[in-house]
């Protein structure tokens, strides 16, 4: 069953002006909206634009006393909780119509399934050697990518090979090979002094592997 479209939260509370103007601006779409008479909205337009303006009065000289501080600590909070309280409202009366929910001035949330599709290439990791035989693999986001797989070996005819399910590594020269699942940046340890460590990593989601990355180098450890 597709989830009710409500109302979304879009203000956040430490961003003070955007919160203010926020709050203004839905008293000015819920004023005379026929979507939300009845039952009467449990904050009148009147009290949620001077909650929205007193933030944005009190902005400026909010750090200069602490009694600024706390009469600018009090709008905010109270703002934040008429914002609450309206949204739940819109949300309730609106009965998933996303067209009455921006008529109140929110944005509203989708019911849409969002459909995983495989990824594609895996950026190039960059490598950095740490001392006592530790390396560091580092790469770069990939959208929609849930984990990444980094491989580090130490025979440079290794041949690596990613199918969607598989990863599949040949050394020509009997060279280990050491993998890492989870995030962006992994370490592994325990490789031998004064040799070259390769490495590359590929991407992973519900569908499987992306692409495997170009094969990267640390230089002797």
């Known amino acids: 069953m597709p989830k009710k479209i409500i109302a979304k939260k879009t203000w956040r509370k430490k961003r003070y002006l955007q919160m203010g ?10 004023t005379g909206n026929a979507n939300f008479l009845l039952p009467v909205p449990p904050v009148a337009v009147g009290a949620m ?9 009190l902005y400026p000289n909010r750090n200069d006393s602490l009694a600024n501080k706390d009469a600018f600590k ?8 008429k914002l609450h309280l ?3 409202y819109v949300s309730e009366q609106s009965g998933g119509d996303a067209t009455k929910i921006i008529s109140a001035g929110c944005i509203p949330s989708t019911n849409a399934v969002t459909v995983a599709v495989r990824l594609g290439n895996t950026p190039t990791p960059a490598f950095k ?14 959208p929609g990518a849930t984990s990444y797989m980094h491989i580090f070996f130490d025979d440079p005819e290794s041949i690596l090979n990613v199918d969607v399910d598989t990863i599949s590594c040949v050394s020509a020269n009997g060279g280990s090979f050491f993998f890492c699942d989870g ?13 070259k460590i390769y490495g590359a990593c590929v991407c992973k989601n519900n569908m499987g592997y992306g692409n495997l990355s170009a094969i990267t180098s640390s230089g002797v450890l």
């Open 183 to 195: 995030k962006l940046t992994r370490e592994m340890g325990g490789f031998t002094a004064n040799k």
């Open 49 to 57: 634009t001077i909650a929205g303006q007193l933030v944005i009065d």
């Open 86 to 88: 309206q949204i739940d």
């Open 129 to 142: 050697a740490l001392g006592g035989g530790r390396m560091k693999s580092k790469v770069a986001k990939v």
């Open 21 to 30: 103007a926020y709050a203004k601006n839905n008293a000015t779409k819920m």
């Open 74 to 81: 009090s709008a905010v909070d109270d703002c934040d909780d």
